[in-house]
């Protein structure tokens, strides 16, 4: 957009309190209002659901390093690349200065094993639905081909995470007790440090998306195709589970 155009256009513009309000309200198109994870948290999954659902997840797990590891390769920003690269970290762990961190790809293997599948069982992706990594691949592929800023706009369900998160750590002790409760730890850790990615992606995006009214509304439009990535997830999860049901489980 030429300088001229974004003149003429700054009229239109929202104000920074409008352009926040308006991704936030992106809210009630997250994924804890899907059908499979308003089941979960009533406490209605079965033990063979659960296990189905975070098989398929795990997917996005070992995704999202990926995603931000070409969300890197693509910004010529160092400040910005020395703050995005704490993602990576969180999820692949690290040992750097004798502190060990084993990572949230880790933490998401235990709760596997909290909810009664073994190692094997999550990280061999054979319970994967074809439609689940279809999902996630699309999440990837947005990230490595588009502009660095876009890829950094779509990262902003963080927004709504700390809600859901929390929800499971009230809620599964109660509704589903046979869960171990270490396996939860994954949740907990995300409740820190989706708040801190939270806090830089929005100030970026505020900040960059705020040169026009165009911008603007192209931000939202990433933050509904990220959405959209995480409803399709759960409905291919959904979708396999009453499958497995219908059918059994494959031999």
Known sequence: MTHEAL???AGKRWSADEFEA????????YHIHHPFHVMMAEGRLTQKQMQGWVANRFYYQIAIPV???AILSNCPDREIRREWILRILDHDGFEIGGVNDAGGIEAWIRLGEAVGLTRDDVTSLRHLAPAARFAVDAYVNFARRQPWQEAIASSLTELFAPHIHQQRIETWPQ?????NSEGLQYFRNRLTQA???VQHG????LDY????????ERALEIL???LDVLWALADAIMLQQCEIEIRGPKS
């Open 7 to 9: 003149l003429s256009d």
């Open 22 to 29: 308006r991704l936030r309200d992106k809210g009630t198109s």
């Open 67 to 69: 995603k931000d590891a």
């Open 175 to 179: 509704k589903y007790p046979w869960v």
């Open 195 to 197: 708040r801190r990615d």
């Open 202 to 205: 929005l100030k970026f995006t």
């Open 209 to 216: 998306f705020s040169q026009s009214r165009a911008l603007q």
């Open 224 to 226: 509904q195709f990220k």
